[in-house]
């Protein structure tokens, strides 16, 4: 009996290290990013490719009509619309912390290559609104980096891909519509 006693329990270890390992791994496979400053911007890449496989190719309901960007506040997503309403590039981007007020805008001005609010050179600016006196536009940092934002410094520039705000760039002319929306 002793010899059966002994088997049952290596067999009851075994499998409750077994179940153990399971439930760890589905933990760590579902849990959420760590919020550690090194980190932040791996784990937004990995929200936004998650993100980006849920958006389908037509803009928000309410966007308007005809030639014109698009901007969702709310999930920090571009469209450029053409004028039949098709979509000819989406992409995701990353808000400063002045947002512009939800309404209709045009492109203000441009610059190819400036410095940006926060220091970094910035390349192909599309600036479309002012929010108590911060411009507001789309640009991209020459060195690929999105914005380390602090909420006491206000800054107007929402940050895009470089590829992303080339596209941008053509699309975007002076006098181009610009919809917001949340």
Known sequence: MA???S???TGLTAAALLAVGVL????AANAPAAAHPDRADT?????RADRDKAFPATPPEGSGQGLRVVYDLGDDRVWLIGNGGEVRRTFPVSPSTVDPEPGTYHVTSRSKNITGSDG???EH???FADNDGTAIGFSAAVDGSAPHLDPKVLTGGIRETREDGEAMWRFATIGRKVVVVR
Request: glycine fraction near 10%; avoid cysteine; charged fraction near 10%.
């Open 3 to 5: 010899g059966n006693s």
């Open 7 to 9: 088997a049952i329990v």
């Open 24 to 27: 760890g791994h589905q933990a």
């Open 43 to 47: 784990a937004r890449t990995t929200l």
């Open 120 to 122: 970094i050179p910035v």
């Open 125 to 127: 600016v599309v600036r």
